[in-house]
Structures are given as C-alpha cells and as structure tokens.
C-alpha cells in the first residue's frame, strides 16, 4: 500500500534530531509538526521571520501581527524568535537550518528540483523555495512517486523549471524513501506491502536496488 | 517643531509628491504589516503606472489589490502573487508585468538597497529560470548569480509603535520586509499604532531607527486575516 500523508509526515518526522531548527513547506511537510517523536525538542522556522513557530491559537488567541509563512494565524512556543525577512533568510541562506522538508513536482538523478512552475498554467511564485533549496545541506522532498497516470516523477533529468540544481539528496514518496548520490536514485526503504519492482518500474531515473530493501514499520 | 519631528498631520501630507512612474516599495508579507491605510491614499490620488516591491499583492479588495482596482500598477517585484482573481486576470492579459523574485533575494535587494550595495551574489536561482541571463560566478567550488539592489522613489512601511524621530519597533511577525523597505526608499513614510515620547521606546529595541525614516504617521488598521486557522 501506498504511503497515506500522515504516513509520509511520520516517516519524514523520524528524521528529526534533538535540537534541530526545521523549515517544514506547505502541505505534507507542514504535517511533520504532528509526529515529532517523544522526548526530543525542534524549533520550526517560518521564513515570514519566526523561529520557534508554536500550535495554531486558540480562538481567544488569534491575533493578525502572528502568522506563518503560509499567512495562517500562528502561535510562538516559548523561546521562539521573531526577526525581519532579511534576518530569515540570511539564517536559511546561511546555512543555519537543520532540515528544510518540502514538495516537488519533479527530482531527478542530479539532485535537481522542480517545484515551482508549470509552463502554461497559471504561475504565482517561488516564495521562499529557491532560496530554502539553495541554502540547506539537509533536505527531505516529499512527493508522490508518480503522477495519476502513473508517470514518474523521479526522473534522469527534470522536464520542468528547476527551483535549485544538484541541492536535494533525500525523497520520500508514497512508495518509498530514498537518497541521491552520485547521479543515482539509491534505494533505502519501501513501503509497507510495496514491491521493489513496483518502485522500480515507476523510477525513471537511473536507480540503485540494494540487495536489501527493508519495508517501512507504522504503529498502530 | 521641525528638526527631528517627522510627524504629518494627514494622509494627503503623509503621501506628498507621489507621482505616476514612480517605484513605490511595500513591507508586509500577505495581508500582516501592511500599510493599508498608506496604500488606500496612493488609490485615492489616482497615480499610475507604478512599479511596486512588495511580497504579495494583497487580495481582492485590500491591501496592494486595491491599486489593481484602477489599474495603478504596471509592474511588480514579488515573490508570490495570485491570491487575487483581478490580479491573475491583468496577468494574463498583459497588463501587468510581474517580475517574480525567490523571497529571501526580494528581501536582500532591498537591504543592499537601503545599504549602499550595487549588487550581491546569492546561490539562490543559480541553474533555474531565475539565473538566465545573470552574472555567474563561483566561489568555493560553488555557483552564484548577481542580483542587483532595488530602491524606490517611495517606501510604505507598517510600524507598531514609533517617537516622533522616526524610530520604529514592529509588532510580531508584522515586522517581515518591513525594515528593509524603509531604508530603501528615497522617501520612507511610516504609520503606525501609536506614537509616544523620544524616550519611551528603549534604545536597544528599536527596529527601524529615525535616520532611515522622513514621515510618521498615527492611525487605526483593520489588520484584516488572510487565513484564520485556530486548534479546537
């Protein structure tokens, strides 16, 4: 079976160490934030210029001068920080994030990212992207192995605009998580009841089965 | 009194010699830290053809949306826009040229803007749409493009609390761009929540000080929510 979101978030959250400053993107990514394991401490960055992003508020707590980077209302956790544009993406650039998580439309084999547009649809903006994908050591894209009519997106080389080249070098899909290196996908785990031959047929790019693929575990 | 005191007494005053061509910067990031009430007395003088830099574009209504209302804009520095259907509709026709820009470089322009630099290199954009045609240059094994600083003719900014000097100090994340947009603007017009005493904001905690700022103002917001999301 094919990884359901909150499965892909509680794969991507066992990545996490203690004390790691986190940027988690829109969408799955932002799911992280409910599977962090028990007994470690992450503060999660917003590059709207908060460090130490807290739970959504309380109705009573709502207040429009706190959001997210996706412009939801927002709470600091205690010990959080709150600074300019400038100041969050000099720590994004600089290379001061842990982990950055986020989507993709596309990788391929050269660690490439498409992300950002779709030529002929309507395109709104890369937002922080680039410069998350430019400025990380660590990243993790989250995405689904293939399209609807089952075409990979996992390819040798990215067919759309790139948001940052050669910067990813972790993926997890619904199907599998797998590393980068060298110019080849490389085959770390499936998931659970999910074929190394199904993964295979649906990598397009040049990809590296290891003798042994162990199969992802969930609780409950 | 004159010498340090920067308040105007009206939005009319606080907006004097905006004209149609000028660059007008922003701060805010989606509806938070806006200058709404300095964007509603641009529309209000009618002023055309102006280039904004800015984040985003507002919505539908408010914010920078409604320059689109009377078609003020004729080009946009942003790093996301399209939250707005008026905006997507003058996209597609042409009408507006938009010049999307990866957030953190939007934000260093106008730093190196405010700050003397011509131009930086950054990582970011480097082998995407965003690099073509831009100096390339390695260091350290590593690629950077050039992006060059942006200034405006005017900068909006959005303050919480200010003295009548001119220094700022943001409230939350309503402070976003909006330091940076106000050194980077030959004329840097503030509003804000409240204005108090020299004296009363502690020194150390002054985001914006008076030397970038040329106009203060006082006044109510609506701070309208974009996305209100609350835990049950």
Known sequence: M??????????????????????????????????????????????????????????????????????????ARPGAAIFSSAESFAMIRGGHVDLTVLGAFEVDQEGNIASWMVPGKLIKGMGGAMD?????????CTMTHASKHGESKLLEKCNLPLTGAGCINRV????????????????KERA????????????????????????????? | MAGFDKRVASYEEAMEGIESGMTVLAGGFGLCGIPENLIAEIKRRGV????????????????????????????????????????????????????????????????????????FYTATGYGTPIGEGKEERVFDGRHYILEEAIKGDFAIVKGWKADRYGNVMYRHTAQNFNPMVATAGKITVVEVEEIVEPGELEPSQIHTPGIYVDRIIQSTFEKRIEKRTVRS
């Open chain 1, 2 to 75: 094919a990884l359901t979101r909150e499965q892909m978030a509680q794969r991507v959250a066992r990545e996490l160490q203690d004390g790691f400053y986190v940027n988690l993107g829109i969408g799955i990514p932002t799911l992280v934030a409910n599977y962090i394991p028990d007994g470690i401490d992450v503060m999660l960055q917003s590059e709207n210029g908060l460090l130490g992003m807290g739970r959504f508020p309380t109705e009573e707590e709502v207040d429009p001068d706190m959001i997210n980077a996706g412009k939801q209302t927002v709470t």
């Open chain 1, 132 to 140: 998350l994908v430019a400025g990380a050591e660590n990243i993790i």
């Open chain 1, 172 to 187: 997890l899909t619904d199907l599998a998580y797998l590393e980068i290196k060298d110019g080849a996908f490389i085959l």
């Open chain 1, 192 to 220: 659970p009841g999910v074929s190394v031959e199904e993964i295979v047929e649906k990598t397009a790019g040049k990809l590296i089965v290891p003798d042994h693929v162990p199969e992802m575990t969930f609780d409950e």
């Open chain 2, 48 to 119: 055309k053809d102006l280039t904004v830099v800015s984040n985003n574009c507002g919505v539908d209504g408010f914010g920078l949306g409604l320059l689109l209302e009377d078609r003020q804009i004729s080009k946009i520095f942003a790093s996301y826009v399209g939250e707005n259907a008026l905006f997507e509709q003058q996209m597609l026709n042409n009408e507006i040229e938009v010049v999307l820009t990866p957030q953190g470089t939007l934000a260093e322009k106008m730093r190196a803007g405010g700050a003397g630099i011509p131009a």
